[in-house]
């Protein structure tokens, strides 16, 4: 495939993905148009893809992709978040992982150590 078919291909599927988006239809992050843009724009900027490939690009600090912004560690960090603002759910230090120092830092009633039992 040559480097313009592959352009038109890419501009076809962004002109389905808005016509898909204007419809009402739901749009993830592979098929929002602006996400798409952006991720493209960031690309071009030479900004380093996720290590996981589930978040897209972000800005590199100290030319390196944010800890933050890494899929996986997202992704760690927003289940944790779910289980810890979740009613009656006991949520243990030892689900923590690599958050636990600021977790119990910034919600330290919130989480249940051996101590209390």
Not at 15 to 24: D, E, F, K, N
Not at 60 to 76: E, N, Q, T
Not at 90 to 103: D, K, N, S, T, Y
Request: glycine share 8%; hydrophobic share 35%.
């Amino acid at each position: 495939m040559t480097t313009k078919s592959k352009i038109k291909a890419t501009i076809k599927y962004l002109r389905r993905c808005q016509a898909a988006r204007a419809a009402g239809y739901p749009v993830a992050f592979t098929t929002d148009p602006a996400w798409l843009v952006t991720m493209a724009i960031n690309r071009r900027a030479g900004w380093p893809d996720e290590p996981g490939f589930t978040r897209g690009s972000a800005m590199p600090v100290a030319g390196r992709h944010p800890k933050k912004a890494s899929g996986d560690a997202y992704r760690h960090l927003r289940l944790l978040a779910d289980e810890i603002n979740t009613p009656r759910l006991i949520v243990r230090e030892g689900q923590l992982g690599e958050w636990r120092e600021l977790i119990l830092r910034r919600l330290p009633g919130r989480i249940h150590r051996p101590e209390d039992d």
